[in-house]
């Protein structure tokens, strides 16, 4: 059992669940986020209801972000996680794509998140970390035309982080933005290379291993650094 608390905006299903609930089996305090209503939240609300929170918010909702940071009013985080994001027109490109699609992903996956990072900022902890999950698609280095929409969002996402952790480096958080390896979930598909548990609680491994040391890095689960 630990005094530490976790907030996982992004929890009603996939990699953000299973961070909650992997943080839940590691002791901490989870408050975790969801849309509407999530059938996996309830039962771990069922089994751990003294140490477990869930919140309602929509990312791209501003107002709705606003309105958690003010019931966290007097809280501390140790550690954020906005894990939120959607994956469109997977196979298309500027040419055959809905631009619905792009500004939707643009929205969820780059703006929102850093949002919400600004918005809540103030209650992570001294010496506390701030985690959002990119992707190693994010990768403008590493790009081979794979999910060209989603991926540029996602190095949107890491190019957003960069300018956030210049403007607010005096925080001294931790700052990461998290590839999780290509995982089976609903957006991940099952034809992707790793189940739940072979991602997840290495997220949360490296997590723990990344306290205390400020700055910015794009890694991925093994901590290892990916290039931008
Ligand atoms: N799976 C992979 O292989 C993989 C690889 C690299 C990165 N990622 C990233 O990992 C994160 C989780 O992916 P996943 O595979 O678990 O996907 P998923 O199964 O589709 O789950 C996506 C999660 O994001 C939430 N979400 C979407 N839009 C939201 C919004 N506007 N506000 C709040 N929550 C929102 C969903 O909530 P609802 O239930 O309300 O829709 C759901 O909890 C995403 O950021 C994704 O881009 C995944």
Known sequence: ???????????????GFALAAEWLDRGWHVIATARGRSDGLAALAERHDDR?????VDINDADGVRALRNRLDGRRLDVLFINAGIARAIEESPATASERDF????????FSPVRAAEML?????????????????????????GWQLY???????????KGYAAKNAADGHTLLLVAPGWVRTEMGGSEATLSIEESI?????????SRGKPGLRYVDRFDEELPW
Do not use: C, H, W, Y
């Open 52 to 56: 477990f929170e869930i919140e309602t």
């Open 103 to 110: 500004l939707d992903m643009m929205l969820t996956n780059a």
């Open 201 to 209: 609680p290495l997220v949360v491994d490296m997590i723990a291993a």
């Open 1 to 15: 059992m630990t005094d530490q608390t976790v907030l996982v905006v992004g929890a009603s299903r996939g990699l």
């Open 121 to 145: 900022r103030d209650v992570v902890s001294e010496g506390g970390t701030i985690a959002i999950m990119t992707s190693e698609l994010g990768s403008i280095a590493n790009a081979n035309g």
């Open 151 to 161: 991926s540029s969002s996602k190095a949107a996402l890491n190019m957003l982080m």
